[in-house]
Structures are given as structure tokens and as C-alpha cells.
């Protein structure tokens, strides 16, 4: 009887753990602009369960071997109607990050679609650094390049600046010319974004 509920409750184990949704389940893209495109971009794709679909492309996942933050992925796929099988390797660099080793978007660093960046989740503390630099690359291409390009950059950093001053720092004081302003924590006199 002791050997049948050891059983029994080692096959419920096996069957939880296999219900329970991978690392690198969720949708995944180059940059936020990415996410907000929606399935019409070919820098963004869904893993859901054992499918894996991008643009253009959707694959059934047949196995997954792990290896600490890597996850190998071998797919069977159709492509433009076109079958082929590969590999990918899913590289977690975080909750909501990965670089993807091999396939369609090989090397490249991708984001989840719809997580907040770790310093603007509830409870992070200190310096928010990540926004921040997220915010100086955006502020330099707003400033430093024109056309459509300028324009994302701008609106890049007018998403982020908020999150960075609901996270308490802010750029700059009143009373201060632009190349004085510096990251702080808000005061009174700070500039609001």
C-alpha cells in the first residue's frame, strides 16, 4: 500500500511539473515598438505551450532540453509553406529577457512583450539604472539623428521618463541650465517628467 501512494504521488509531481508553463513561454520581441506592432512583425513572435509562431512561420515544438539558463529547443516548422526542422537555443538573461541563439532571429536580444522593466516593478529599489540608460540611448537618438528614427527615440523616452520618476529619481532641477542636469532623487525643486 506505502509503494502505491509513493506512486501515485510521484506521477502527480511528474504531471504538475509538466503543466506548468516554461521560462520562455510568453511573446517575445526586439524592442517595444516590436511588441506594440503585433503579429504583422517579423522581430516578434508567441511561444505558447509546445507552438511556437512568428511572422510568417510557425513551428511545433517537439522537445526542450535544458541546461541551466539555456533552454534548446528542437522544432518542426513551416516557413512560406516550406517544412524544415532546426534547433533553437533560448538564452534567459532574466524573467523578461533572452538572446536567441540560432534561428529566424539569431543573436539577437529580445524582450518580453508586456513585463515592466525590473526597476519599475513594485518593490525594486535604488537606482533605477536600467530605465535610465534606456533613457540616455533614447534621449541621444531624439537628439542626435532626424526622421523617423529621431521620432521613436522621442517617443521612447517620453514612455520611460515617467516610469523613472515614479521610481523617485528625476533629471535635472529648476534652476539648473540642461548640461547641469544630472540623475537624482526627486526633490521639490526637481524637473518633472
Known sequence: MKKLIIAVLAGS??????????????????D????RVGPTSDSRFVIKGNRWSGYETTCRITSVRTRGNEHVLSRTCTSEEEPFKDRVTLRMNGEDSLTSVGGELAGQRLIRCGAKPAAARPGASGR????????DEADGICRGSGGARAMKGCELREEVGPLIQAQGWCLGKLHEATVQYRW?????DSNKM
Open 13 to 30: 509531481v511528474c504531471v504538475a511539473s509538466a503543466a506548468a508553463a516554461s521560462p520562455f513561454e510568453g511573446t517575445w520581441a526586439t
Open 32 to 35: 517595444a515598438e516590436q511588441c
Open 184 to 188: 537624482h532623487r526627486c526633490t521639490k
Open 128 to 135: 533605477p539604472d536600467k530605465l535610465i540608460h534606456i533613457w
